[in-house]
């Protein structure tokens, strides 16, 4: 086990899959001389050479449609979206193609693609690139969507993506790159897709999260705890498709109360599809109405202090607790 | 076209009824607003207007049928309108009704007047649904237990999983332990655990409680839990009234007679219309100021209480007032009273003034604002103009929901009362 950042332990999942698979190879803006927006893929360029870690224009419906072709070819890339909010552009060739290949064809062609981007609010960078769209692709069928927390699962996760027959959309929250943990140095570590996380077990009240809410969900335990001797379960969902609704429902029927965090926006967001799936199999089990803590209904302001208030917080978690016990 | 004639809810707090008797049989024409059954629910026996024309065509509910409130009774339909399920063996081929079980949540409520809806009830929704969370009805359910007794700690008033599970403890404690002379355990909602542990020394029986005793714990719990009293007295002198009372029945004709508790109800009525808020109801919307003056009496029977309303006090004369409050009493002690009249009250009068009792604090009549509590008029030594004089003094007490008004307010409300009964006069009109 080695301490690193989650950064660094993506990018020594990709340095591990390039070196493990020669069919593996990585495209994006600004991956290869730049290092990565985020410094990912930095030094792997010198590393791997021109052929497999690739430059890109500026051209995101371009990439995707490289990257399909190239995966329908036999190839397994990975492309860097640089964030998510650039992947509107790209959206047909992901929801059109990627998604529906393989049901098109009937099976005959699979589109092993990885497509990396950084998500989240929560860096003053205006209504436009603030998105959390990690709700918008788990609505495809066709894709799979993975949110990791920390740097064991992003490494693990991000090695699993490579080997899976199908398009993952690896999401990656901006707020948490720099966050430290333990991570194997095993090349053979996996984190599956689908097992969701129990990471701190509680019998009042199950909080979800996924991501970087993962982090404010325990905060908020903690503080339930010291503040309310309140028992919060905690559960990483890790992936949103496949969604581990096992892990979510035993949990619900022990604490008989939900809540649910992301930062996306509550209308339409992947929160109430998680909020129904536990009416519909744990009705029965609930003692209060499943609570969401969401972003609030408004394009992301600039303002710092109006971008916090836009974006969920641990008090807005204990505050969707402790309302359940309350008169 | 047929229409189905379903079981009445008559009072907040009715989720069944048992039909007492048909006054109508199967091929009968009835008009809207003829009487057409008596029901008997928790707290009386009641009768049954119909709400349309039409001839009977079938009797869904036997006599002595408990029904669910909303569940049909009968069905009313045109002359010769064949009715589905109609036959010769008509009440016995009826489809078979659902089974009343207690331990399930009441049926949806129907609307009580003009579109308001059926107010309390420990944690009923203004639908009259009991407010229970999944869990706890599961629970509850699995153990066979009550929870329409059940007052929740959740929001809103809901029940949880904790208020049931508590409840069955405390429950199977209490069945479990013989009670011993500790009927306000009984009442109680949520029975405290040392309820059970009563000692067992002085055991003795158990009675059970009627249909009335448990309508009256509830809405009383359901009053002081949930509704904030303030309290008010003051001493009426009331001199004038009675001897303006005397000279009424001096002429009066026996109907018209009239009691003390007839000028009171008299007095309060004129108040009331000069103070909307003692005549309106809190909700959490916001204030229901009622249009019309409905004003309970408390009326003490053999097993029980009730308070049914003489309706649109404000349009009455005393007179009127006199012979609506004898006609009601009779009924009420009989058991025949209608839906409406211990329905729609919107303030209430309670008096044991002719039980020689000096003063009455009461409880308010949920969901009413207020209710006034009247004793006994009595000869006293009152000061007046420096010099002790004996004067007839009746002592009341207003209790009211400080939720809706305000003790200065409630002071007005009831220096109103006191003017108008002390200068009696304004009270012929």
Redesign the interface.
């Known amino acids: 086990m080695v301490e690193m950042r989650l950064r660094d332990a993506l990018r020594e999942a990709l340095r591990e899959e390039l070196i493990r698979d020669p069919l593996v190879f990585l495209m994006g803006e600004d991956i290869g001389a730049y290092g990565g927006s985020y410094t990912v893929t930095k030094g792997l360029l010198e590393e791997f050479g021109e052929e497999r870690v690739r430059d890109t224009p500026i051209a995101e419906s371009g990439i995707i449609g490289a990257g399909i072709g190239a995966a329908m070819a036999g190839l397994r890339p990975m492309v860097e979206m640089m964030t998510i909010n650039f992947s509107f552009l790209a959206l047909d060739q992901i929801v059109n193609s990627a998604a529906k290949l393989h049901y098109m064809s009937n099976g005959q062609i699979n589109v092993p693609l990885v497509i990396r981007m950084a998500s989240g609010g929560g860096s003053q960078l205006a209504a436009t690139h603030s998105h959390s769209l990690e709700g918008l692709y788990a609505h495809f069928p066709g894709l799979k969507v993975v949110c990791p927390s920390n740097p064991a699962d992003a490494k693990g996760l991000l090695k699993r993506a490579f080997r899976d027959d199908n398009t993952v959309i690896f999401i990656e929250h901006t707020s948490i790159y720099g966050i430290k943990g333990e991570v194997p140095d095993d090349p053979d570590f996996l984190v599956e897709f689908g097992k969701a996380n129990i990471l701190r077990e509680g019998t009042d009240v199950t909080i979800v999260g996924y991501s970087g809410s993962v982090h404010q969900a325990i905060r908020a335990a903690d503080m339930l705890k010291e503040q309310e001797d309140i028992d919060a379960e905690v559960i990483d969902l890790r992936t949103l498709r496949p969604l581990d609704m096992e892990t979510v429902i035993a949990s619900v029927k022990k604490t008989n109360r939900a809540v649910i965090v992301e930062d996306d926006w509550k209308f339409g967001g992947f929160a109430g599809e998680l909020s129904a799936q536990i009416m519909e199999q744990a009705f029965d089990w609930l003692d209060a109405p499943v609570a969401r803590v969401s972003g609030k209904d408004v394009p992301m302001p600039y303002n710092r202090n109006l971008e916090f208030a836009a974006l969920p917080s641990e008090e807005d978690i204990v505050d969707a607790v402790t309302g359940m016990f309350r008169e | 076209m047929a229409i189905e004639i379903a079981m009445p809810q008559m009072g907040a707090d009715m989720t069944e009824g048992t039909v007492v008797k048909w006054l109508k049989q199967v091929g009968d024409t009835v008009t809207r607003g003829e009487i057409i059954a008596e029901i008997e629910t928790d707290k009386a026996t009641v009768e049954l207007e119909a709400f349309e024309s039409g001839v009977l065509k079938r009797l869904v509910a036997a006599e002595g049928d408990t029904v669910p409130v909303g569940d049909p009774i009968a069905i009313l339909g045109e002359a010769d309108e064949v009715v589905p399920g109609d036959g010769p063996s008509r009440v016995a081929a009826t489809p078979p009704r659902r089974v009343v079980d207690r331990t399930a949540e009441p049926v949806a409520a129907t609307p009580m007047r003009d579109g308001v809806t059926a107010s309390a009830g420990p944690s009923l929704t203004p639908g009259g649904r009991i407010r229970i ?6 629970i509850a359910n699995e153990a066979k237990f009550d929870v329409s007794r059940l007052t929740g ?3 809103d ?2 029940i ?2 904790r208020d049931v599970e508590e409840a069955i403890r405390a429950g199977v404690a209490a069945v479990a332990a013989p009670v011993a002379a500790q009927p306000a355990a009984e009442l109680r909602p949520l029975p405290p655990p040392r309820a059970s542990v009563a000692a067992p020394a002085a055991a003795g029986p158990v009675e059970a409680l009627s249909r009335m005793r448990q309508a009256i714990a509830r809405r009383m719990t359901l009053s002081k839990q949930t509704q904030p009293h303030y309290y008010l007295t003051l001493d009426i002198d009331m001199t004038a009234a009675m001897a303006f009372r005397e000279q009424i029945n001096a002429t009066a004709n026996e109907e018209q007679r009239v009691s003390v508790n007839d000028l009171i109800v008299k007095a309060c009525a004129l108040a009331l219309a000069r103070h909307p808020k003692f005549n309106a109801e809190f909700t959490e919307a916001g204030l229901k100021l009622h249009d019309q003056v409905n004003i309970d009496i408390g009326i003490a029977l053999d097993d029980g209480l009730i308070a049914p309303a003489i309706l649109n006090c404000a349009e009455k004369t005393l007179g009127h007032i006199a012979a609506d409050a004898k006609d009601l009493i009779a009924r009420a002690k009989t058991g025949h009273l209608r839906a409406n009249e211990y329905s729609e009250g919107t303030f209430t009068i309670t008096n044991l003034g002719a039980y020689g009792v000096e003063s009455l604090i009461g409880i308010i009549n949920p969901p009413q604002a207020a209710i006034l509590g009247v004793g006994s008029v009595m000869p006293q030594a009152v000061v007046r103009d420096g010099q002790i004089v004996a004067r007839q003094v009746m002592k009341v007490a207003l209790s009211a929901d400080h939720r809706v008004t305000d003790g200065a307010e409630g002071a007005r409300f009831i220096k109103e009362i006191q003017g108008l009964l002390e200068n009696p006069a304004s009270l012929a009109l």
């Open positions: 969370s999944p869990v706890a009805r599961r700690s959740g929001p008033g809901r949880l999983r």
